[in-house]
T-cell receptor
Framework: GAVVSQHPSWVICKSGTSVKIECRSL??????MFWYRQFPKKSLMLMAT?????????EQGVEKDKFLINHASLTLSTLTVTSAHPEDSSFYIC????????????????FGPGTRLTVL | GQQLNQSPQSMFIQEGEDVSMNCTSS?????WLWYKQDPGEGPVLLIA?????ELTSNGRLTAQFGITRKDSFLNISASIPSDVGIYFC??????????FGKGTKLTVNP
């Protein structure tokens, strides 16, 4: 099956620094990539949707200047948490979709293994 | 926004027992999906449902897309210890976006 990787798998940083997380589709081209945030024992919350070569679409309440998303190619999207603070500590998960469904359905989304961010 | 109500929140069962969990929505979805997430990992797709009334199996797992398109259930038969994890339902409406339920944490006692 399709594989999505994330790097790093975990990161610890000081408050005020910026952290970049990479999401790669290893064996397919992803027309769309999604970024989720998951707090402990909670569900996945969609942060933003990004399409290659265009600006990301952010969900309501997500600060686009805080969470910078770049989708430079069909196999790579990055999420940069700028000026991170302890409340940004979370599990960040990306998914990649191929959008090859028909009618009212869409192609499967393949999830990465997640990145654990801890801000001290 | 769209929300999914997933129940139960947690389950503690004995190995060999069957398990059932469900999701309901206030709005219609075109696709229902069931995922399993292990600690520190991303979700893995178990079953995808694309048509109202559809009943689909994947090994010991069976899921159905409710005919009202507002609900779905997942059954696991003859549970084994490796079934432990958090199970999420997700719905997909008129866009690629997935809306996730809050998860069902399954514990299987050997």
């Amino acid at each position: 099956g399709a594989v999505v990787s994330q790097h790093p798998s975990w990161v610890i940083c000081k408050s005020g620094t910026s952290v970049k997380i990479e999401c790669r589709s290893l064996d397919f081209q992803a027309t769309t990539m999604f970024w989720y945030r998951q707090f402990p024992k909670k569900s996945l919350m969609l942060m933003a949707t990004s399409n290659e070569g265009s600006k990301a679409t952010y969900e309501q309440g997500v600060e686009k200047d805080k969470f910078l998303i770049n989708h430079a190619s069909l196999t790579l999207s990055t999420l940069t948490v700028t000026s991170a603070h302890p409340e940004d500590s979370s599990f960040y998960i990306c998914s990649a979709g191929t959008n090859v469904g028909g009618g009212t359905t869409f192609g499967e989304q393949f999830f990465g293994p997640g990145t654990r961010l801890t801000v001290l | 926004g769209q929300q999914l109500n997933q129940s139960p929140q947690s389950m503690f069962i004995q190995e060999g027992e069957d398990v059932s969990m469900n999701c309901t929505s206030s709005s219609i979805f075109n696709t229902w999906l069931w995922y399993k997430q292990d600690p520190g990992e991303g979700p893995v797709l178990l079953i995808a449902l694309y048509k109202a009334g559809e009943l689909t199996s994947n090994g010991r797992l069976t899921a159905q897309f409710g005919i009202t398109r507002k609900d779905s259930f997942l059954n696991i038969s003859a549970s084994i210890p490796s079934d432990v994890g958090i199970y999420f339902c997700a719905g997909q409406g008129g866009s690629e976006k997935l809306v996730f339920g809050k998860g069902t944490k399954l514990t299987v006692n050997p």
